[in-house]
């Protein structure tokens, strides 16, 4: 059986048009642990300028930014959804994003695959990107 992967903004013409248009980015499980990838690749993505919000269950600050507990609780505009989280979590996290209005981009990391999921935030009008490294993607479009 082949693997489903939607390829809809999986080209490097339009992950460059998505990080040239966001400047908050969500991080959904971002660690405080400063080993963990979640938290290596959010702190690059600051340092490239872009805006961190850490969603965690725990904590009050991570990198410097104030944690939420959630999607709902973010009280500002989100551009994009970075996902640290276990492929089942996605189903929720798409309903979040569409009930949420603002997120123009649902991005699951490398090894995050959920295709229902992919499928309920692109019509909702969100551009998905998933089984990517947001950091690598960045670091290997813009060269730094």
Same mark, same amino acid.
């Given at each position: 059986? *082949?693997?489903?992967?939607?390829? #809809?903004?999986?080209? @490097? +013409? =339009?992950?460059?048009?998505?990080?040239?248009? $966001?400047?908050?980015?969500?991080?959904?499980?971002?660690?405080?642990?400063?080993?963990?990838?979640?938290?290596?690749?959010?702190?690059?993505?600051? *340092?490239?300028?872009?805006?961190? #919000?850490?969603?965690? @269950? +725990? =904590?009050?600050?991570?990198?410097?930014?104030? $944690?939420?507990?959630?999607?709902?609780?973010?009280?500002?505009?989100?551009?994009?959804?970075?996902?640290?989280?276990?492929?089942?979590?996605?189903?929720?996290?798409?309903?979040?994003?569409?009930?949420?209005?603002?997120?123009?981009?649902?991005?699951?990391?490398?090894?995050?695959?959920?295709?229902?999921?992919?499928?309920?935030?692109?019509?909702?009008?969100?551009?998905?990107?998933?089984?990517?490294?947001?950091?690598?993607?960045?670091?290997?479009?813009?060269?730094?």
């Amino acid at each position: 059986m *082949e693997c489903e992967f939607p390829t #809809i903004n999986s080209n @490097p +013409k =339009e992950i460059k048009a998505i990080f040239d248009s $966001v400047k908050t980015i969500a991080v959904l499980g971002l660690s405080p642990d400063a080993s963990k990838d979640s938290h290596m690749v959010a702190k690059y993505l600051k *340092e490239a300028g872009y805006t961190i #919000i850490p969603v965690y @269950p +725990k =904590e009050d600050e991570i990198l410097g930014e104030k $944690v939420y507990r959630s999607l709902a609780e973010i009280p500002f505009a989100v551009d994009m959804v970075n996902i640290f989280r276990k492929p089942a979590a996605l189903d929720a996290i798409a309903d979040a994003c569409v009930k949420r209005e603002d997120v123009k981009v649902f991005w699951s990391q490398k090894g995050i695959v959920n295709n229902e999921a992919s499928k309920k935030a692109e019509k909702a009008g969100m551009k998905v990107v998933q089984n990517h490294c947001s950091m690598i993607e960045y670091r290997e479009l813009f060269k730094c």
